[in-house]
């Protein structure tokens, strides 16, 4: 290589590698100057993300979306909605057409190294199944034969393929892209078994055109840890979003509820005067206000507001905390300190 190539080069990568620095890394600051956030949820599952008749989105997956706009903005509702199949999620991430994926989606090792970060997990779940009582059985082991319905581009067809190839069990698939699809086959009898994660099969349950003659067998066929997705590479928007996560898991563990939090940060307790902001500058360590913590609750409230307001023991879906609850209640849920 001659001395001016060598320096055509050398310009030309000067020139490249700041340009990629800031594809790479730009996500919140294009956020802040766009003024809201594209989260990227399903087609349509209660609970967790799905539209009323007036297109307004709400359920788990979508106040997670609406506490991270409150980290950024101070404002819980500078948030648009794609939905989006399994099948294109990760494509929807990947390309930019959204900026956070919050969709019911499984941490999987694949899946964290080849199409973005999870920044922690907003629901543990695992797989189960749903049939019609009429089918007479008590345990998955018994579905020898069975026509399954399922949703393409998920972990559950991996799941149940290897489920009945280890129990030795026959099983015919019958799969598509969307939840209601789904659903609508099962209900019409073309299958006799619907697979999904649990919180799916209760969240679907009560749309049935007869409820009663449905229920969900008690075996758990996999682990389910569900959460949100940002772009890989990309190191200031993934701590924004997931330190807007251990916010909302910290706050319930603090006892800071979206009643209570502005007079929480009067308080004299120095983890609590550090976590929302009146003290110290944990925000400005990762772009965001120093109070942003305080501005998640009092927009969304803390987890445990959030999860019974969609799909608690006081909604139609009836879920129990279980590995949901606290750590110190009996579940897995934890968070780092905010210090």
Not at 131 to 154: F, N
Not at 292 to 316: K, L, M
């Amino acid at each position: 290589m001659t001395l001016k190539n060598a320096l055509m080069t050398g310009a030309a990568l000067a020139t490249l590698i700041p340009a990629m620095s800031a594809q790479a890394a730009g996500t919140l600051d294009n956020v802040k100057e766009k003024g809201f956030i594209q989260c990227g949820v399903s087609t349509g599952l209660p609970g967790f993300s799905a539209p009323d008749d007036k297109g307004n989105w709400s359920g788990l997956d979508v106040d997670y979306c609406r506490a991270l706009s409150a980290a950024v903005f101070g404002d819980p509702d500078k948030v648009k909605y794609t939905p989006l199949s399994a099948k294109v999620r990760f494509t929807a991430l990947q390309s930019g057409e959204i900026d956070i994926l919050s969709r019911n989606t499984t941490w999987t090792m694949s899946r964290d190294t080849d199409f973005g970060n999870f920044v922690g997990v907003m629901y543990y779940d695992g797989q189960g199944f749903m049939i019609p009582k009429a089918l007479e059985v008590s345990s998955a082991t018994e579905l020898d034969g069975a026509a399954v319905c399922t949703q393409t581009g998920t972990t559950t067809e991996l799941n149940v393929a290897d489920f009945f190839r280890s129990n030795g069990l026959n099983y015919t698939v019958v799969a598509f892209e969307k939840y209601d699809e789904v659903v609508a086959a099962y209900d019409s009898g073309r299958c006799d078994v619907y697979t999904t994660d649990r919180s799916g099969l209760a969240a679907q349950l009560p749309k049935m055109s007869k409820p009663e003659e449905h229920m969900i067998l008690p075996d758990i066929i996999s682990k389910e840890p569900l959460g949100p997705v940002v772009r890989a590479d990309d190191a200031a928007w993934e701590d924004a979003a997931r330190w807007t996560l251990n916010c909302l898991v910290n706050a319930e563990e603090m006892g800071v509820t979206s009643a209570n939090v502005m007079d929480m940060a009067k308080s004299d307790d120095p983890n609590l005067q550090r976590m929302l902001g009146a003290e110290g500058a944990l925000g400005s360590k990762i772009g965001l206000p120093d109070d942003f913590c305080a501005q998640v609750v009092a927009g969304v409230g803390n987890y445990g507001e959030i999860y019974e307001r969609h799909v608690g023991t006081s909604t139609p879906i009836n879920l129990e905390r279980g590995l949901n609850a606290l750590w110190k209640d009996g579940g897995i849920l934890y968070a780092p300190p905010m210090r």
